[in-house]
Nanobody, 112 residues
């Protein structure tokens, strides 16, 4: 059973930074494409960033230059470094494995 578990969310002021982590149990982590998605109230879930097994990355236009996705295959962990946060980044952030398995989500709130 593949189970992603996110952590690192919280309340941050505009312009601040947060780093999300996602530990994945029960899988051969290194072979999977991993992604971070988010869902704001009243909106559809959207892709924030993804990273392939060989480290190729893709970002939503809204986060390019501010967010960095990375992975540590030895630790079976996915990261999302979020800088220069804006109120529009407020959402529940979800970790995804191979577009199949989902974590429970972690809340990120950007507010003064």
């Amino acid at each position: 059973q593949v189970q992603p578990v996110e952590s690192g969310g919280g309340l941050v002021q505009p312009g601040g930074s947060l780093r999300l982590s996602c530990v994945v149990s029960g899988s051969i982590f290194s072979i999977y494409t991993m992604g971070w998605y988010r869902q704001a109230p009243g909106k559809q879930r959207e892709l924030v960033a993804s990273i392939t097994s060989i480290g190729l990355t893709n970002y939503a236009d809204s986060v390019k230059g501010r967010f960095i996705i990375s992975r540590d295959n030895a630790k079976k962990t996915l990261y999302l470094q979020m800088n220069s946060l804006k109120s529009d980044d407020t959402a529940v952030y979800y970790c995804n494995v191979q577009t199949i398995w989902w974590g429970q989500g972690t809340q990120v709130t950007v507010s003064s």
